[in-house]
């Protein structure tokens, strides 16, 4: 038995195979103990898994919508300063800062030929890079504190 | 009619209130749940749940619409999540223990239809190894499986979330079942 359909057992089991690789790996479950078996196993598993879904702690919803709000009330203030064209030497700066960790990160070094470790070191390269840049732009941010007060100050008026 | 979801969220990239009031209404639990799942503590995932709906009302606009918007909403609660995470990694493993005693109870919804207490408690016992055994998990595979299994997504859709190809999620998925099962098979 020369391909077990390992990772296919799973999207068999819930049904979302395409027509022709249900029937392939069906055909293989007719002759594979193996495979049968671990199908069995995973399907057991997986209805096992989704009764047994740990309930979150209850939550005072009232409460959480109130502090929603003032989050977003504190956050727009800010909002408008984000939409604002990006100043001419803040994006050049910006865009050296990218250059260089784009350098500094170098090519991604994938350690294998499996799909999950390559997507894996790309993922991880990308989230790191994002972290990077929000503290970016929170050093941009506190630069800017002196504009966004006086943004702070035109919504107030403007609203009020 | 009912707007769809992703029709509100373009009203929400227009500042329509109330459009935000709905998506709010609709999708707060679902929110909450996943990132009290990843997270397992109740404070941070309080945090990241509040933060995905500001980023929401922030950045509709950037919702492309080609996706639905429940997979782009998850990924904007996963991403906190992930980011939370490492932020707050050193002050976690401090704090794990309180929050665990404080915990959400295992095994609230919809117990195994069981008549004999015995058996039940059994029951009981590998589930919640096995629930620790998925905390335990890598990452990406551990966020497959909430997504899966919990969120009920298929792997087209984890694939969308994760922006990885479906090939992947089932590796994921497989390689967690795997080792979820050794953690059943060895009680
Ligand atoms: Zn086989």
Known sequence: MANHPDSDLVPYVRGE????????????????????????????LLENLARSVPAPPPIHWGRWRAELRARLDGRRGRHAWWWRPVPLALSASLAGVLLVLAILGGPPRPTGSDPASVEEVLLGRRLELLRQLSLVERLDLLEDLDIIGQLDRLTATSEG | MELSDEALCRRVAERDEAAFDLLVERYRERAWRLAWSVLRHAEDARDVTQEAFVRLYEAAGSFGGRARFSTWFYRVVLNLCL???????????????????????????QPAPSHDPVDQLGRE???????????????????????????????????TVLKCSEATVRVHLHRALKTLRQTVERR
């Open chain 2, 83 to 109: 980011d939370h995470r490492r932020r707050n990694r050193w002050w976690r493993l401090w704090a794990r223990d309180e929050d665990e005693a404080q915990g959400g109870g295992l095994l609230e919804r």
């Open chain 1, 17 to 44: 195979l395409a027509p022709a690789d249900r029937e392939r790996v069906a055909r293989h479950l007719e002759d594979c103990p193996e495979c049968r078996e671990d199908a069995t196993a995973v399907r057991a």
């Open chain 2, 125 to 159: 016992q590998t589930m919640s190894a096995l629930w620790a055994a998925v905390d335990r998990l890598a990452p990406r595979q551990r966020a497959t499986v909430l997504l899966s299994v919990q969120e009920e997504l298929s792997t087209a859709e984890i694939a």
